[in-house]
Each structure stands twice: as C-alpha cells, then as structure tokens.
Nanobody, 124 residues
Framework: QVQLVESGGGLVQAGGSLRLSCAAS????????MGWFRQAPGKEREFVAA????????YYADSVKGRFTISRDNAKNTVYLQMNSLKPEDTAVYYC?????????????????WGQGTQVTVSS
C-alpha cells in the first residue's frame, strides 16, 4: 500500500506561482511512475503532468506545457509540481497519483493510488 499526501495548495493571483508537494509512504516509491491530475468544479478530472520512475521522462498536458514542471526526489519519497504563470483556469483540486508501472501515463486508470487532493485557487 502507498499513501499519498499533497500539500502546497492555496490562493494566488494570476501570474503567480505555487509549488505542490506529494509525500509518499512505502519503500517502493522509486519504482512507481507519478502523476498530477486536477478537477475543477463541474468538470471531469484531467491529466496535468506525469513523471517516470527515475525522473528521466516527463509528460504534460498542452494546457500547462511551458508553465508547469514536474519533478521527483526518490530519496525523499516526494514528487513536486512547480506551477508558474498561473491562470484563473488553473483553479482546481490537484491530486497526486502513483502507478505501479514505472512509465508515466496521462490515463488516470493507469494509477493505483491517489491522494486526497489540495485546492489551488487563482484569482484574476
């Protein structure tokens, strides 16, 4: 079992930055791919970014490419999402997810464990 705990959400003005963190329990973190998803009110959950087991490959949704950066520190069992140039449309609950597969994916069904989410609100 893997438990995921997100932190770092909050309220920020448009154009600002936030860094989300996701701390994972368990000794197998370094073998898992990790992903970030988000869900805005009244909308379906959508893929944001993913990273493979080593951090050598990353994947982004077109809507965040060039603004968000996913990274991981396997020694700390933590994955990060650096969010820059935030827009009001980035407002959502952000979820961290872990996949037993070592390869990243944009498909939520590939992920086996999910965190409880952290709220990000971007004001205009």
């Amino acid at each position: 079992q893997v438990q995921l705990v997100e932190s770092g959400g909050g309220l920020v003005q448009a154009g600002g930055s936030l860094r989300l963190s996701c701390a994972a329990s368990g000794r197998t973190f370094s073998s898992y791919a990790m992903g970030w998803f988000r869900q805005a009110p009244g909308k379906e959950r959508e893929f944001v970014a993913a990273i493979n087991w080593s951090g050598g490959s990353t994947y982004y949704a077109d809507s965040v490419k060039g603004r968000f950066t996913i990274s991981r520190d396997n020694a700390k069992n933590t994955v990060y999402l650096q969010m820059n140039s935030l827009k009001p449309e980035d407002t959502a609950v952000y979820y961290c997810a872990a996949s037993k597969s070592p390869y990243g994916s944009s498909w939520s069904a590939k992920y086996d464990y999910w965190g409880q989410g952290t709220q990000v609100t971007v004001s205009s």
